[in-house]
């Protein structure tokens, strides 16, 4: 008996990691998942569409775990995931973790003082100095509005 309840507890830890995954918010429902990549390379076909991506969180808001940033599934790629503030809140243990994602693509296109208060605000939250004299001109930001997650290990 000692030893079935030894392979099969192995067998669940080898076995797919959603087993020990944690859900926030509405969870994950859709069944197609849509790269990263896709989205990046083409932003107005994904606008306003619910998408579902998995990615390794590389970093975690450490104020209010209000967003996280995914890896792509390319090289140097990453996508922002925000949520409302207090809905759903990421642990900083989610950094190094596979998460799942499901969310709708947002488009938001800032002026250049709408950059500079963000850039301001990131920098701040991370303790690092900022010049706004860096930030030249507006930009277009791309992130998904997320509704739930499922993050393996937290």
């Known amino acids: 008996m000692r030893t079935f309840l030894v392979t099969f507890l192995l067998v669940a830890m080898l ?49 209010r775990g209000c967003w996280i940033y995914l890896a792509g599934d390319r090289d140097f790629e990453k996508i922002r995931i925000k ?11 989610a950094r190094g973790k596979v998460a799942i994602v499901e969310g709708v693509v947002e488009s938001m296109v800032l002026t250049r003082e709408e950059v500079i208060k963000r850039r301001k605000h990131h920098a701040e939250e991370k303790g690092i100095d900022f010049d706004p004299a860096s930030v030249t001109s507006g930009e277009t930001i791309l992130r998904i509005r997320g509704l739930g997650a499922s993050i393996d290990g937290v």
Do not use: R
């Open 15 to 63: 076995s797919s990691g959603t087993a020990f995954a944690k859900d926030f918010g509405n969870g994950v429902t859709l069944s197609e998942e849509t790269a990263i990549s896709a989205i990046l390379d083409s932003p107005a076909d994904y606008v306003g569409k619910k998408v579902k991506v998995s990615g390794l969180v590389i970093d975690v808001c450490s104020t």
């Open 83 to 93: 949520v409302t503030d207090g809905e759903i809140v990421f642990p900083m243990e």
